[in-house]
């Protein structure tokens, strides 16, 4: 047998769900994000990881995002190449989506194609592939994620050893998808409970090897860190709070809870992180709110002669709203985006995992009948608006790097049109914020397409000289902090009007001085 035969045989041996779930998700996934795969588009951070980089690594406390990094860019290259770097990430995520369907072992291919869709369309996605540079990874992460899901429902030692490898990995590479594999964990368990062939004794344990695996998992990627941070000789970054993690305070705990609480409560009525921006979406959110409530009593009517499994239903039900918003307890005091609340996607994966198996027979009959119409309908409805709005985020993107590519060209126009101005002279930019009454992209900010990851406006972004230098090629030499902080007290430069205004930009002693 050579090597196409084994392909081909490999082929015919993958069951016709995941064949259809892969490819229905990756087509999905094109429609989401076409626009991003066939344009150079970039946020504040894509820009800094022009020609390459894979973004902060273990000083973010991302080890194994330096381990990859560092891996790929000695075998293959780890350059920022969109419609490559985007293609990996549909791709990895397509195989995502099979081993979530897996895991449910959902039996409705259309269900199949919905949550694959959903998986691929959904907000933090989208975020996601405004960081070019890191995508793959990411999306990686959550390939692997799923993946040590479903290795743990095997219920052996050596898959739970392996779970906990590869949950810690995951965490090594982006931290924010460990609520993922929690809802993951949490759905499996929540649909072993409604099985017909389900014991107390059963549940319990799986629950109580679930949640070793979660803690074990999180104790090996902090050791792990520990490890590295000391052999590349760092420390971890404030940023978003990243050096203190793990550190929670008992006293904020009531406090989390309703944070974690009354946002899955507000879900159909107040937006949270653009994952709900539109009014379709939170008023489906709303309908499939009222699907659960609806297949939970039915489940509930089904159970009443199994009162402990009935009651550890409801416990499960009562701690998802904590596992869906996990990411509010881990980032607390932090600033929360799009890219973090990936685990959100369970709210529409839920009703999908509760209907699957529900029989149209007995006394509730109407009631199932009713939410297997109402639920694949909705579904649809978010699904095509989370493609449109992939969409319409990737055409704000591109306006606003146009807009900012216009606006630098001017700078440096005048930069260089200054009275004795040479290519060689240093640079001094005093101030940094650029006040301009006559320049805006607000037109953006009352849309639905501002998913977090990017802004309406760059032009005072912490990466203003990578923008002029990826777009524009000008890098000139700059002066010294020490030189620059004595320029700015120079009475010829205090005198000096603030950018875009006239007098702005002057040659002082042999410096080119910009004052912001």
Request: glycine residues 6%; hydrophobic residues 50%; neutral net charge.
């Amino acid at each position: 047998m050579d090597f196409s035969e084994f392909v081909f045989e490999k082929y015919k041996s993958i069951s016709r769900r995941s064949k259809i779930t892969f490819i229905s998700t990756f087509l999905i996934g094109l429609f989401a994000h076409l626009f991003y795969l066939m344009n150079v588009l970039n946020n504040y951070d894509s820009v800094v990881w022009i020609p390459r980089g894979y973004g902060d690594g273990v000083q973010s406390g991302r080890w194994a995002l330096t381990l990859l990094g560092e891996t790929i860019r000695k075998i293959w290259g780890d350059y920022n190449i969109p419609v490559f770097n985007g293609a990996v990430a549909l791709v990895l995520l397509s195989l995502s989506a099979v081993v979530i369907v897996s895991i449910f072992d959902l039996q409705n291919i259309f269900y199949c194609v919905l949550v694959g869709g959903l998986c691929i369309s959904f907000p933090a996605i989208t975020s996601m592939m405004f960081y070019s540079y890191t995508s793959p990874y990411y999306a990686f992460a959550i390939l692997i994620t799923a993946g040590a899901v479903w290795v743990a429902m095997k219920g052996t030692i050596s898959s739970a050893i392996i779970s906990i490898f590869l949950l810690a990995f995951s965490l090594g590479i982006y931290q924010a998808y460990f609520p993922f594999g929690v809802c993951l964990l949490l759905l499996a368990l929540l649909q072993k409970c409604l099985s017909t062939e389900s014991t107390f004794k059963q549940n319990l344990l799986q629950g109580i090897r679930y949640l070793v695996i979660l803690i074990l998992s999180l104790v090996l990627y902090m050791i792990i860190l520990k490890i590295m941070l000391q052999i590349f000789q760092v420390s971890l970054s404030d940023y978003q709070g990243i050096n203190q993690m793990g550190q929670i305070s008992l006293q904020e705990i009531p406090e989390m809870l309703k944070a974690v609480y009354s946002t899955f409560i507000k879900m159909p009525f107040e937006s949270y992180c653009a994952v709900n921006g539109t009014g379709i979406l939170r008023l489906g959110i709303l309908g499939l709110y009222l699907v659960d409530l609806g297949l939970i009593f039915y489940y509930a009517y089904k159970m009443m002669k199994k009162k402990l499994i009935l009651l550890q239903t409801i416990v499960i039900l009562a701690v998802l709203p904590i596992a869906v918003n996990l990411i509010i307890i881990m980032c607390f005091k932090s600033t929360i985006y799009t890219l973090m609340v990936y685990a959100t996607v369970f709210i529409f994966i839920l009703p999908v995992v509760l209907i699957d198996k529900t029989e149209v027979t007995g006394k509730l009959k109407s009631l199932v009948k009713a939410c297997r119409w109402i639920t694949p309908i909705i579904l649809c409805s978010v699904l095509l608006n989370y493609v449109w709005l992939s969409n319409g985020n990737y055409v704000q993107l591109y306006y606003s790097d146009q807009q900012t590519n216009n606006y630098y060209t001017t700078l440096v126009t005048r930069m260089r049109s200054a009275e004795g101005y040479t290519d060689e002279m240093p640079v001094a930019y005093i101030g940094f914020d650029i006040e301009d009454a006559s320049y805006t992209n607000g037109i953006w900010d009352t849309t639905p397409f501002m998913y977090g990851g990017k802004n309406s406006e760059y032009i005072n972004a912490y990466s203003r000289k990578w923008f002029i230098s990826a777009y524009l090629g000008y890098e000139p030499v700059e002066v010294s902090y020490e030189e620059g902080m004595q320029l700015s007290e120079d009475p010829l430069v205090q005198e000096m009007p603030r950018y875009p205004d006239e007098g702005s930009i002057k040659v002082i002693n042999g410096v080119l001085v910009v004052k912001f």
